[in-house]
């Protein structure tokens, strides 16, 4: 099964400096990699995924992710952070074995609470 | 949030009652899904379905039941058999996943229910 790890609880940064949020994956065939961020008391909010193709991903708010199929990772980054950018971060994958018709089920890891410093 | 509506936002049950939450969308979207969050433990999956009429049980179904009689609402029952309700619940949809499996989930507001 997909399984998603998301190894440092909270990152702490200051504003204007780059932001990495850490994701790493494990799947059987090829993954799909989705980051959603959520604030405080709502709903998750779609950042970017990667499918196919260019292994950098851009997505909303100056986010961009890299997926890096050799170590099994999809990093979120922004390259100077701002206060408002302070929330909760998950990474989740979903596995694409063939046949593609099934339980294709998508993992989330356990989040990481971002911290930005004025 | 836009397009998936979930209510109410907070809810209080007493032990021994079964709630229902509620979960609308107006995206048009085949598949729905029910998660359930704890702090550090990331999203766990309770049911999904991918059309109507159908679901399937997610990783931690005991305790809770749905039904997907409409397109656009799946609702969720947490009865008197869970044994640790309190959580943060939210809702998703997304088009088609079985043919369209790259496609992300859209999230609803969530539903913060609490035993007491």
């Known amino acids: 099964a997909q399984s998603v790890a998301q190894p440092e609880d909270q990152v702490n940064v200051a504003e204007g400096n780059p932001l990495t949020v850490k994701c790493t994956y494990s799947?059987?065939?090829?993954?799909?990699l989705f980051w959603y961020v959520q604030y405080p008391n709502r709903g998750l909010q779609f950042l970017l995924k990667?499918?196919?193709?260019?292994?950098l991903v851009k997505g909303s708010y100056g986010f961009e992710a890299e997926f890096n199929k050799s170590q099994t990772s999809f990093h979120l980054k922004k390259p100077s952070a701002l206060v408002s950018d302070s929330a909760l971060y998950f990474c989740?994958?979903?596995?694409?074995?063939?046949?593609?018709?099934?339980?294709?089920?998508?993992?989330f890891g356990k989040g990481n609470q971002v911290v930005v410093i004025p | 949030d836009g397009g998936i509506t979930q209510s109410p936002k907070y809810l209080f049950r007493k032990e021994g009652q079964n709630v229902t939450l509620s979960c609308e969308q107006n995206?048009?979207?085949?598949?729905m899904y029910w998660y359930r969050q704890d702090p550090g433990q990331g999203l766990r999956l309770i049911y999904y379905?991918?059309?109507?009429?159908?679901?399937q049980k997610g990783d931690i179904a005991e305790g809770y039941s749905v039904s997907r009689e409409k397109k656009e609402s799946f609702p969720l029952t947490v009865t008197s058999a869970q044994k640790n309700p309190t959580a943060f619940y939210l809702c998703?949809?997304?088009?088609?996943?079985?043919?369209?499996?790259?496609?992300?989930?859209?999230f609803g507001p969530g539903t913060r229910l609490t035993v007491l």
């Open positions: 995206l048009n979207h085949d598949a």
């Open positions: 990667y499918i196919t193709g260019d292994n």
């Open positions: 998703a949809s997304s088009i088609d996943d079985r043919g369209f499996p790259n496609n992300e989930q859209f």
């Open positions: 379905s991918q059309i109507v009429n159908d679901f």
């Open positions: 799947v059987s065939g090829n993954p799909y």
């Open positions: 989740a994958v979903r596995d694409i074995p063939l046949p593609i018709y099934g339980n294709n089920r998508l993992a």
